[in-house]
């Protein structure tokens, strides 16, 4: 009887690579979340009446920054990452074409 639930080996090469890029724009991401959760409550507090105008205002100008903030860190993560993984650029003259082909 076979008691092997699940196949445990490991094959390193069956698995993409995820760079540090990738995992830094997940980070970045999750920072975005949270500042536009606090525009959503600063937004809800600002029609609700529940507190006075300037600290729901304050809330929602910070969230708004914060998201902004973290949305183009996470697209300059992002960006850093597609150059990472493209091949470089050999023009038709240089000597490093002759090799390739």
């Known amino acids: 009887m076979n008691g092997q639930i699940a196949n445990t080996n490991y094959y390193p090469t069956s698995h993409p690579q995820i760079g540090r890029e990738a995992i830094v724009c997940g980070l970045w991401l999750r920072v975005a979340f949270i500042g536009a959760s606090a525009i959503a409550v600063g937004v809800m507090q600002l029609f609700g009446g529940e507190i006075k105008l300037l600290p ?8 708004g920054l914060l998201t902004a903030f973290s949305i183009r860190r996470a697209r300059g993560a992002l960006d850093a990452a597609d150059d990472a993984a ?3 650029v050999v ?11």
């Open 91 to 101: 023009s038709a003259g240089s000597p490093a074409r002759s090799l390739a082909i």
């Open 86 to 88: 493209l091949p470089p």
């Open 56 to 63: 729901a205002l304050a809330l929602t100008v910070a969230g």
